[in-house]
Structure formats: C-alpha cells, structure tokens
C-alpha cells in the first residue's frame, strides 16, 4: 500500500494561512508549486513555492464557497508546466469544518481534469485548512486521500484523517511526559539512520525505545571485533557479520511494534540513497564526507530534517585533551554542513579515491597522510547519539521552551559545557539557493553524479 504525504517548511505553511484567512468569515485560496517524490511504497509532494490568488482575481469568494478566474488557473498551470511541478490548490473553511465538503468535490472535478491536461504527467493535488486542522487528497490521476501532511522546522508537527489511534500501554511513561498525540506521531514516523556504528547503534536504540513506527538502517560495512567496544547490540561472535542485520536482530528481539529495514549498502550507491526519500527524518550517522553532502542535498530538495552527527576525541599518547560532540540540523534555511565547515569538496575528492591513488597522491604531495583509526569511546558516542535524539524530540515537543531554535548543539564533553548557535546560510552555497527547496525528483538524482552501479 502506497502512503501519501504532502511536506512544507514552517515559514511555507505561515506564508499560506496569512494568504487564506486575511478576510474573516470567507474562503481564501492558494497555490503551492510542489516538487514530488515517487518510490515504490511512498508519493509526496514537496512544497516548493506558496503563489496567493490576488484579489482581483477572485469572481466569488463568500462563507462557503469560492471562484477563481480561468487566466489565473491558466498562469499557474503555466509557470507548473515550465518548472516541472505539481500543483496544490489550497483553500480555507472559516467554519472550521476540517472535511472537504460537496462544493469542493464539484469545484475539484472541474480543477483538477484542467491542471491533469495542462501539466500532464504530474501528481497534483488540494489542501482544506481550518484554523487547528490540514486535509488533503492527491490525484495519481484517481482521487485518494493523503494520509499526512507534516510542517517541518522548529518544530515537527503533523496533521492526519487517522489522529486517534490507540497508544500501546508499555509508552505509558513516556506519555506522561509528552502525552499521547506525540506518542502516536513517533508511531507514524519513519526514521532512516546512515551509519549504524558508534552513534548510530545508541540512536538505533534509543528511537526503537521511544516507539517510532519504523526504523531504515543504512550500511554496508561488517562488524570488525574492534568496534564491540561502542556498538550497541553486538557481541565479539558478530565478527563479520553485516552491520544492519546484526542491529535489526537486536532491536527485533526487543519486540515492540517498531519495524525495522536492513539496508546493508551505503548510500553513495544512487539506488541505495534513492531510498532515504521515503523517510520523515535522517540520521547522518557516518563519519564519511561523501554522505554527509549527500544529506545536505536530500535535505534542501525535499524538506527531510537531517541531524548530523560527529565525535572528536583529541588524544596523545593516551592523554585526553578535547572531547567534542556535534548535532547539526539540516533543513532549507538552515546553515549546512559546506558552510559550516565540516565537509569539503577536496576532502570529498581525496575520500573517494581508491587506496592506490591516494597514496600515489600522498607520495605527489596532493592528499594527506592516511589518517589512523580515530579514538572512540562508549560513553562519548552516546552521549552525542543522545543528544541527537534529544534533538529531535525538541523538534516534536517543544519541550526546551520557544527560545531554543539553534541549528546546532555542541558538547564540550571534557568541559561539561553546551553550546548552541544558529547561523545563515553562506553566500553562494547550494543550501542558500531557494530555486533547489522542495524540488524533490530530478535526473540526474540530487543532480549529483553517481558512480555506475552494477549490483
């Protein structure tokens, strides 16, 4: 069965509710161009763009209905057309009434032939807004209702025809801390984690835990006796063994409702990363530049909150001098990893070269040494791995109060210090240009170019 969503920023759905509830007590309506994402078991729609009906172009708009002028339908499926986009026609029920009702279903079967003819080969769709509540219905080209639509940003929240679930009585502690419409959004949520090693375990863990509906485990390496010592659920007879399906036995033996995918190849194979688009929420788990920028891309093109992780232990000869933890969030608007610093397109290069030609390029004086294993220990992977969960349930929850809206936590882990920053894209970088925001599917993929993939 193939799940609907319809995905936007904060500042997207702001945008639209001040376009469709300016006159109280009338329908107001919109447009949103939207980029789509198409996989095997998930269709959404990204918003890309919010575009207002002007006044003038409304021919009625009263209490419980509204009509729009066909130049304006036409420009709109126009400028679609040219972008490669979808088309979400939104509107509002100042009444509150949170369904679609027998006018809409009329004016729809007129709109939405016009924007199937007009912008052909594209999903498109509408959107009813309430002051509390979103519905909406997709046409693949049939009419089929959308089973949700999530707002990212400074918060994570989510609107669904299905609110009311029951919620399993083993999440009672965790209800009592955040009540049970966030225990069923945890239980809607589909969480890929990129990297299942020292940070990626522990987050592992700790999601399946809290009752996330399904977990996706990204890797393709096998576990070495070396790691046993920070990998959660693993024992020194998993040597060798790959790495996601010794974590997915782990967490099925926990035996909660969580479902849990092995995916046992990294994601710069293009199919492999292809798969992230059908998740809610990433956790960049690797210590690799090469997935980390293609986060950054997956992110930006379709509003997926990424939370990247990183771990630095400074030591010497046994001695600690610096123990640092990272957690950056990724989303449109937001600064990335490029701006930031902590990736590099000449790291990048030297990264994905073979062992041969980056020791002739050491010997040439174009690359650096090969590195030694880095330091890593339990109880600083976790604590960063925490952290990043801690992050996440913020982003549900609110629950470190409205003045917190950094884009990045730092741990100072041998100082006992936390520090938090939020800046501005930089000048230039891809994350700053909003014409990539909610693009979604392009070819080539992420408009990267990607290794031949023969497997």
Known sequence: MTAT???????????????????????????????????????????H?????????????ERYGLTIASPALTRVAKLARYEELS????????????????????????????????????????????EH????????????????VIVVGDRIRS?????????????DRQVRAFGPDIQRLLGRLRIGI??????????????????????????????????VNRVYGSSLQDDGRLKV??????????????????????????????RLRECDVVFGCTDKELPRAILVQL???????????????????????????????????????FCRGRITAEAIRIEALSDEDRQRQVRDGYAPELDEPAPAVIAFTSATASAAVMELLHRLTGFMGSERQSSEVLLALDQSRLRTNRIKPRDGCVCDDHSFWGRGDTEPFLEMVWPTDTK
């Open 133 to 148: 509540h979103i519905q909406g219905r997709m046409y693949m080209p049939d009419q089929v209702a959308v089973d949700e």
């Open 5 to 47: 969503r319809i995905v936007m920023l904060e500042s997207q759905l702001e945008e639209l509710r001040q376009k469709l509830f300016d006159r109280p007590g009338v329908e107001g309506a919109a447009f949103l161009l939207c980029g789509q994402s198409v996989s095997q078991g998930t269709v959404k729609l990204i918003v």
């Open 194 to 227: 990129v990297g299942v090693g020292g940070t990626g375990s522990p987050v592992a863990e700790q999601l399946y835990r809290l009752g996330v509906g399904s977990l996706w485990l990204f890797d393709g390496d096998r576990f070495a006796e070396t790691n």
């Open 87 to 130: 088309v979400v026609f939104a509107h509002s029920h100042p009444e509150g009434v949170s369904d679609f009702s027998e006018q809409d279903d009329r004016e729809e079967a007129r709109l939405l032939p016009f924007l199937q003819a007009r912008v052909p080969g594209r999903i498109h769709g509408t959107l009813v807004l309430t």
């Open 49 to 61: 763009a919010v575009l207002p009906v002007a006044d003038e172009d409304y021919l009625r708009r």
């Open 245 to 274: 399906e010794m974590l997915k036995e782990h967490l099925d033996k926990i035996g909660l409702n969580t479902i849990v995918e092995a995916i046992p190849r990294h994601i710069s194979h293009e199919k492999t990363a292809r």
């Open 299 to 337: 992110a930006n093109r379709y509003s997926t909150p990424v939370f990247d992780l990183g771990v630095l232990v400074d030591s010497k000869d046994g001695c600690i001098s610096g123990v640092h933890g990272r957690v950056t969030t990724l989303l449109p608007g937001e600064a990335c990893l």
């Open 159 to 171: 609107w669904t025809p299905n609110a009311g679930d029951a919620v399993e009585p083993f999440f």
